[in-house]
């Protein structure tokens, strides 16, 4: 395929990289299998403890040059990142659709994230603002001003295997930080074209080595970066399994996590919904990546008086969905990542059986011609209770739950009763509904919108939700702060020494 080549990516692919040279010497290789017809792309090496101790050495050095280096100058090695994406946009993007399964269009949008985010840390390395103070003392000046905190882990998903790291790189970058990145292991080719991407414009400007590092292997690579102390800041996405040990970890050695989980979503549909929006919103919300978004739409909470005719049209609109290769521009829904996912899917259809939910759109694994690697599954709609333990219970899958309700009050009280608070929609024409949604009573989610999905984000507003969602924000708004320390200063130019709190000690 002519866009492995274009990035690259060859049979077999050294996994670590300190940022201009690769070093990598381990004989354990990462196969990576497409799901889109189960045939072996290319192999990435596993980094081993000695290739990583190599990384973080390479990464100290880098640190101590780049974080003196002008913020606006870093911003311009994000300019340049970002102007090569937009030539290597066409590969790229059909390298995450083919590793990954997303539809080829999703696979172009999450590049064009990629860039978009290189254009906002660019302006924002200039806006790496501090505050001043009034003093209560004469004479004195106070003041704040951030600095880099260091070495930043970054621990992404299979399920946008560029962008959130992106997201996390770009910001941190501009900060002055440097980055070492631990790609899933679903997807690791994703990780080798960036970084040789990004060798371009490193090398160009004789940027040192380290700035960017990349890392592969298994959950046991990426504890060796959660259990370093010379990591000040661990951003990890994933489940929220994985979450709670990385969370958990970090904090036991003092360092901080930037923790992007699980996501459990729901749109709340009333009475005045436009059902024009109502229904791209909800089925893309669904169906799209195959359900393997964090913002996803699980949940659709639907008011009593529309719910019959909602069933009705998502049922329609279900049966008119093309399954198949993703990057076949005709179809609506590639695979799922692999085999693992495709029995959590099947698993979850049982259990919902099992708890006494109804099935309005059948689902099922397809097999046969164009679904040989096995991955691919039909959408399933179910109609539920938000008590059930199969909802409550977030599957990377596409699978709906249907439910319905009486009072608004009611809808968002269905809509915050999970576990997980990522993001969350309402549909309606009614500007008290809205309102009433986006109140501190509404939603308890870190994304709320208004007849808008609860799928996709722009890379302005900061991400991230609450509860065990993480707390974290990456991407836009101020998110920077959580790559940078805060300090506070004060100054006395005067030739008297006068004490906070109108202290007295005289000698």
């Not at 986006?438 to 709320?448: E, F, K, T, W």
Request: aromatic share 6%; glycine share 10%; with cysteine.
């Amino acid at each position: 395929m002519s866009f492995l080549k274009k990035l690259g990516l060859k049979k077999k692919n050294n996994g670590t990289s300190t940022g201009l040279k690769s070093t990598a010497s381990s004989k354990q290789y990462i196969d990576s299998y497409s799901p889109v017809d189960g045939k072996l792309i290319g192999s990435v090496s596993v980094t081993s403890k000695k290739e990583y101790e190599n990384v973080m050495k390479k990464a100290q050095e880098a640190f101590k040059t780049w974080r003196t280096k002008p913020a606006p100058l870093r911003g311009e090695i994000v300019r340049q990142y970002g102007q090569e994406l937009r030539a290597n946009k066409d590969a790229l993007g059909r390298l995450v659709s083919y590793e990954m399964g997303k539809s080829l269009q999703e696979g172009f949008g999450e590049v064009q994230e990629m860039i978009d985010i290189c254009d906002f840390a660019v302006g924002l390395s200039r806006q790496l603002y501090g505050l001043t103070m009034p003093s209560e003392r004469p004479g004195h000046r106070m003041s704040e001003q951030w600095h880099p905190l260091g070495v930043v882990g970054i621990i992404s998903a299979f399920n946008f295997p560029v962008a959130v790291w992106s997201w996390n790189s770009m910001i941190a970058m501009i900060c002055g930080d440097v980055c070492v990145w631990k790609a899933s292991e679903k997807t690791p080719l994703c990780s080798v074209a960036c970084q040789n991407i990004l060798q371009k414009v490193l090398k160009a400007n004789n940027v040192p080595e380290g700035v960017s590092c990349v890392i592969n292997g298994d959950y046991k690579v990426g504890e060796y970066m959660t259990t370093d102390h010379r990591i000040p800041l661990v951003s990890a996405t994933g489940s929220t399994r994985m979450g709670k040990i990385v969370g958990a970890t970090v904090a036991g050695r003092m360092g901080k996590s930037l923790l992007e989980l699980g996501g459990n979503n729901a749109i709340i549909v009333t009475p005045s919904a436009d059902p024009a929006i109502v229904l791209p919103g909800a089925v893309f919300g669904a169906v799209g990546t195959c359900g393997q978004r964090c913002t996803s739409t699980r949940r659709l909470i639907v008011h009593e008086s529309v719910y019959d005719a909602t069933k009705k049209t998502l049922k329609k609109a279900y049966k008119q969905l093309r399954i198949g290769d993703p990057l076949n521009q005709k179809n609506h829904v590639g695979p799922l990542i692999d085999k693992d996912a495709v029995e959590a899917y099947s698993n979850a259809l049982v259990q919902a059986k099992k708890q006494g939910a109804k099935i309005l759109v059948k689902g099922e694994v397809l097999t046969g011609r164009g679904y040989g690697s096995g991955c691919y599954v039909k959408p399933a709609i179910v109609e539920a209770s938000n008590e059930m333990q199969v909802v409550q219970t977030e599957t990377f899958a596409p699978i709906l739950y249907i439910m319905k309700y009486k009072t608004l009050e009611e809808a968002i009280a269905i809509q915050n009763n999970v576990p997980q608070g990522l993001s969350s929609a309402i549909m309606t024409d009614s500007v008290r509904e809205a309102e009433a949604f986006l109140s501190a009573a509404g939603s308890d989610c870190g994304i709320a919108n208004v007849n808008i999905g609860t799928s996709g984000a722009e890379i302005g507003g900061a991400f991230g939700g609450e509860k065990e969602t993480g707390g974290g924000r990456e991407s836009g708004s101020d998110s920077w702060k959580a790559y940078m320390r805060r300090q506070t200063n004060t100054v006395n130019y005067t030739t008297s020494l006068p004490l906070a709190q109108g202290i007295k000690f005289d000698l």
